[in-house]
């Protein structure tokens, strides 16, 4: 049987969306360079990153060369695509932290022993050297504003309340540069993004043509949604952040247990390395009488979480997931709390803001529930927990013997939210 090629592979994982040339299907048959350009709006990628970042791994293992550029300079404008408003723009500083964490991030998360070495590019390293009437004459005489205009992403945008500035209306022409100047500087032929960016990426092929260079590809994925259209990148409470820093792995490891069943299945396709009979066995238990549910959800988590944060953040996070489960027999005591309690959300009351007071009156106040009647509803629907023990009177009043070695409280609303206090 003739193996499959990255194309295939990445198509039968739901993880294609468009090719700007069928020709892509023959040439990955021969090592290739590949590329996906990622701006540091923000000192951490989130979660709907994650689908650009598993690509270049797919490509890795197929031979390719994989290559994720930072967009130092890009990032100073922002992208329109996909957004309704302007990004609030960063300052230098801002800009360069971001570049060094999400750097470190990469470093981090390509871990190779054998096979094609992942690289890394800087396009504030090439922008640095343009002045805009350099830039305006080499490279902006070659973009027509016809074609521009067309862009989906301008196009929503010129349509919408707040318009486009010009400033993001070039934006285009520096994603377009940036694909033109890896080719010739890197050997890079292939760029990889999500939906909206199909008009960045055809716009740098253009490009790349008029100033007779070598055939550029493109290929396209869906972007990362839930079933109901809604991105996966964020929850209620923010971004789900890939840097430990800002999520901790428990955390990151609780989102993905999270996502409902109409969406694991999907997930485990675009954003793990299982083979797709695996996948397609959990599926078919999941219709099965006795199936324990989460079960898929909990395979996802810890592919996903393993990827993220290594195998030693995916234990964490298994630990504090064991030791804090509501009804667990597990052993609470400081030294545990502890050191669980940078994986998991804290908050810190005086002594006398909890001893004497209703349990339902405190949860509410650290934000574990969002007001005291919706505290007092989670004890008459069986859902609150203290120190892994239920609570089911609403006048339940906290008491010092509660506090774990005269500290700590761990303060549970279900199963899946927890917040460790810690008394002053």
Not at 308 to 334: C, F, M, N, R, Y
Not at 408 to 422: C, N, V
Request: glycine share 8%; net charge neutral.
């Amino acid at each position: 049987m003739k193996k499959k090629n990255i194309i295939e592979v990445l198509e039968e994982r739901g993880f294609f969306d468009a090719l700007t040339s069928e020709d892509l299907r023959e040439a990955v048959n021969k090592p290739l360079k590949v590329y996906v350009g990622f701006d540091p709006t923000a000192d951490s990628l989130h979660l709907g990153n994650l689908i650009g970042i598993i690509a270049l791994t797919w490509f890795q293992k197929y031979g390719h060369t994989p290559i994720a550029l930072l967009g130092g300079a890009t990032g100073r404008i922002g992208d329109p695509s996909g957004r309704s408003t302007e990004r609030n723009l960063l300052d230098d500083e801002t800009l360069s932290h971001n570049v060094r964490c999400i750097e470190a991030f990469f470093q981090r998360i390509f871990r190779v022993s054998d096979g094609p070495q992942p690289l890394m590019g800087y396009n504030n390293d090439w922008y640095s050297r343009f002045s805009m009437i350099d830039f305006l004459r080499d490279v902006g005489k070659y973009f027509r504003i016809g074609p521009m205009l067309a862009k989906e992403s301008v196009r929503a945008r010129m349509e919408s309340e707040e318009g486009l500035s010009l400033t993001e209306f070039c934006y285009q022409t520096l994603q377009g540069y940036d694909f033109h100047y890896l080719n010739q500087h890197m050997g890079v032929t292939v760029q990889m993004g999500g939906s909206d960016q199909w008009g960045n990426i055809t716009a740098g092929i253009d490009f790349n043509r008029k100033l007779g260079g070598t055939p550029l590809y493109g290929l396209t994925f869906p972007l990362l949604t839930r079933s109901d259209g809604k991105k996966f990148g964020k929850s209620e409470s923010g971004a789900i952040w890939l840097s430990s820093e800002k999520l901790s792995p428990y955390q990151f490891y609780q989102h993905l247990v999270r996502f409902p069943d109409a969406d694991v299945i999907s997930l485990l396709k675009m954003l793990t390395f299982l083979p797709l009979e695996e996948i397609a066995q959990i599926e078919r238990e999941m219709t099965m009488p006795g199936y324990v549910p989460n079960t898929a959800q909990k395979k996802l988590a810890e592919e996903v979480t393993r990827f993220v944060h290594g195998e030693s953040g995916l234990q964490a996070a298994l630990k504090v997931t064991e030791g804090i489960a509501p009804g667990s027999q597990s052993t609470l005591d400081s030294a545990v709390l502890q050191e669980l309690s940078s994986d998991m959300p804290n908050a810190t009351l005086h002594l006398a803001e909890v001893v004497g007071q209703k349990y339902t009156d405190v949860i509410a106040k650290i934000g574990l529930v969002d007001s005291k009647s919706e505290a007092v509803r989670l004890v008459k629907n069986g859902g609150a927990y203290l120190n892994n023990e239920r609570v089911s009177d609403p006048l339940f009043l906290l008491t010092s013997a509660h506090l774990i070695d005269g500290i700590y409280l761990l303060l549970s609303a279900g199963k899946k939210k927890r917040i460790l206090l810690k008394t002053i």
